[in-house]
């Protein structure tokens, strides 16, 4: 049995949907952490939104939403073609708290600061970071390019399929005998 070249580009097409769409969704609820070890190397990991600490070299380290800054990854098969927004935390070795993205320096919180603080209020800070710094309310052209982009590409799809369906009906009409053409 073959496949015509229209369903085959349509598959592939729809696998790497799918893999974008997976991508940016196993990312989206991770945070990517960094840790400068004394020796200047560096260590790099993902982290589930639901920690509340890191572990790196033995040692354990705070999540704090407030120093949650926005990273382009362009790593893997997708981020290489499409970068995509992460959450990033940077720690160093000589802090259990990540590097504030103001000033780049660690602030030592203390846990009656913890406690008085109102968790709802770090995570509606972290929300409005995170929507400056994608230009959520900033750049609505660019969010509605993507899905323009989408849109024309399955209009593309749309009509190669079309018009490979009509090819094929008329080659098998003309297989079958065809019209009588007089001479």
């Given at each position: 049995m073959h496949m015509s070249s229209g369903t085959f580009f349509l598959l592939v097409f729809g696998a790497l949907l799918f893999l974008v769409w997976w991508q940016v969704n196993s990312l989206g609820s991770k945070i990517f952490c960094t840790f400068r070890r004394k020796d200047?190397?560096?260590i790099?990991?993902?982290v589930s939104l639901k920690e509340g600490v890191v572990n790196f070299d033995g040692g354990q380290y705070e999540i704090d939403p407030r120093k949650i800054t926005i990273l382009k990854y362009?790593?893997?098969l997708i981020g290489m073609f499409i970068p995509i927004p992460v959450r990033c935390l940077d720690f160093t070795w000589s802090s259990r708290v990540p590097e504030s993205p103001d000033d780049f320096t660690?602030?030592?919180?203390?846990p009656d600061a913890r406690a008085m603080a109102d968790s709802r209020s770090d995570w509606r800070g972290m929300n409005a970071g995170i929507d400056t710094q994608t230009g959520k309310k900033t750049n609505l052209f660019g969010n509605w390019m993507i899905w323009v982009g989408i849109a024309v590409v399955l209009v593309i799809v749309y009509f190669v399929y079309k018009d490979h369906v009509a090819i094929t009906s008329v080659q098998k009409y003309l297989e079958a005998g065809g019209a009588n053409i007089p001479k």
């Amino acid at each position: 049995m073959h496949m015509s070249s229209g369903t085959f580009f349509l598959l592939v097409f729809g696998a790497l949907l799918f893999l974008v769409w997976w991508q940016v969704n196993s990312l989206g609820s991770k945070i990517f952490c960094t840790f400068r070890r004394k020796d200047r190397g560096k260590i790099e990991r993902f982290v589930s939104l639901k920690e509340g600490v890191v572990n790196f070299d033995g040692g354990q380290y705070e999540i704090d939403p407030r120093k949650i800054t926005i990273l382009k990854y362009t790593r893997g098969l997708i981020g290489m073609f499409i970068p995509i927004p992460v959450r990033c935390l940077d720690f160093t070795w000589s802090s259990r708290v990540p590097e504030s993205p103001d000033d780049f320096t660690s602030t030592w919180d203390t846990p009656d600061a913890r406690a008085m603080a109102d968790s709802r209020s770090d995570w509606r800070g972290m929300n409005a970071g995170i929507d400056t710094q994608t230009g959520k309310k900033t750049n609505l052209f660019g969010n509605w390019m993507i899905w323009v982009g989408i849109a024309v590409v399955l209009v593309i799809v749309y009509f190669v399929y079309k018009d490979h369906v009509a090819i094929t009906s008329v080659q098998k009409y003309l297989e079958a005998g065809g019209a009588n053409i007089p001479k």
